[in-house]
């Protein structure tokens, strides 16, 4: 079965599914996108991801290319053409098509809006259970990465350089040895007090939806959570580190670059909060699942 993209008011398999040259997303990155899974038919925090798509466009002073509602028929119409009972669906928002030129187009410009969807299960079980090996990369980054810009060169790279070192992830760490965050999904310590510890949401990092998500999941079941800036010496030094994102649900780090974390196995808290984070997933509801 051939994929189907939607693709400014058209529904197209994705082989026939194009976009104009002079599209600001092609010449700029002037253009944002979001990322959310479909789990057993339901979509996973789809309110949040959308109402981040929608901060996203404000702060680039960008033209919402249509209601929440409608945007909403037309992901629902792409999770069903394309069969997805678990999946993901991209969408991508550009200010629009225009001659290439720096300044905001004419006001009349209208967004371009893609769609599209693939099956795909999240990360795997087994490789929870076994841990997942990262390597550090300097955070290059601009100074606004709450954006969820399609301008993702920097996170591109430190993910090759991942690939290259057959590794899952690459946390990102600023000149003063800050992590931020990792290439597609957000980084997290656990200390020697059993106190779990992310990056706050600032303009220094993504604000992940899987992460407030897990902050509330971890709070209810008695964990102690604080929201502060660690350092990679900290990481290094941590009872547990793990990552989560859309994709990476709650996946626990075994190793940084060539070293250990504690004792090289999965840590049991990122175990429990996967756990807890599936049973969340599993019990949405269906009924609601679409409000935004
Ligand atoms: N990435 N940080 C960055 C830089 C990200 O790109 C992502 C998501 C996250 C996690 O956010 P969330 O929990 O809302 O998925 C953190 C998506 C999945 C991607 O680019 O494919």
Redesign the pocket.
Known sequence: MSHIAYVNGRYLPQRDATVHIEDRGYQFADGV?????VWNGIPV?YG??IV?LQRSMAELRMREPMSAGAMTVVMKEIVRRNRITTG?V?MQVNRGVAPRAHPFPNANTKPSMVVTAKAFAGSSDAMAEQGAKVVTARDI?WER?DI?SVG?LA?VLARQSASEAKAYEAI?VTADGTVT??????AWIITADKTIVTHPTSNA?????????VIDLAREAGYKVTERPFTLDEARAAKEVFL?????FVMPVTQIDDQPVANGSSGLIALDLRKRYRNYMDALDAATAWNV
């Open positions: 996108y979001e990322v959310f899974l925090d949040p991801h981040r993901i991209y980054r990465r969820k993702l996170n990102l965050e990792a290439s597609a999904s957000n990092i993504l604000g992940g939806i899987t992460r407030s998500t989560t994102g859309t994709t990476t």
